[in-house]
């Protein structure tokens, strides 16, 4: 389980039969709306009957009660009719019927060459990079390094959902992968930018 701005987001262990590739957005949004999915199923009239309709999303967008990354979640899945029916027909494949369960939700992603919970954690640094490359000296170099990464999630004074995301980045084999995912050439221990946001793309 990983926390992203306050919120559990599952991660996903298998690759079920219909699922298909999304971005790094559609993934953090289908797993958002699945960490909040009793707020979102009872959105409507407040009944909760494990389907999520295109109007309980209409509702949590328009909805000031609701967070600022669940609001952005609801829109990306509502704004996106391919995602929609994508998302829609994840578990079991058939014909789209407009309604969402979370086995849907859950499967409705895969986000090659990375898992969900990679492309979350390589998107939460990339959306935090000044923070996490000022960690070791206070200065900005433009690069994050692995002692930058193992002082943010030792670190008390970062948020939870940062130090998360820096654990999973420390994974030996991820880090290889995101180091040359902007250029390519040989690892340099050093990740940019453009490397993160090229990781999981």
Do not use: K
Not at 104 to 110: Q, V
Not at 135 to 149: K, M, N, P, V
């Amino acid at each position: 389980m990983l926390t992203v701005a306050g919120f559990a987001v599952p991660a996903l262990t298998a690759t079920p039969a219909y699922a298909a590739s999304c971005n790094t957005n559609q993934a953090i949004a289908a797993a958002t709306v699945a960490g909040n999915f009793s707020t979102v199923d009872t959105a409507y009239d407040g009944t909760q009957d494990g389907l999520i309709s295109r109007t309980d999303l209409d509702i949590v967008v328009q909805g000031f009660r609701y967070s600022n990354n669940l609001r952005f979640s609801a829109a990306l899945i509502l704004g996106d009719d391919n995602f929609f029916r994508q998302i829609d027909t994840a578990r079991q494949g058939g014909q789209p019927d407009g309604l969402l369960s979370l086995d849907d939700l859950n499967a409705a992603c895969t986000v090659a060459p990375c898992n969900t919970s990679q492309a979350i954690a390589a998107e939460t640094i990339a959306g935090n990079f000044s923070t996490v490359d000022m960690a070791y000296d206070g200065t900005q170099d433009g690069l994050i390094s692995r002692t930058d990464l193992d002082i943010v999630a030792g670190g008390s004074d970062y948020p939870n959902y940062l130090r998360d995301s820096s654990r999973v980045l420390l994974d030996g084999d991820f880090f290889r992968e995101i180091d040359t995912a902007g250029q390519g050439g040989q690892p340099d221990g050093l990740l940019s930018v453009g490397d993160l946001n090229a990781a999981c793309g």
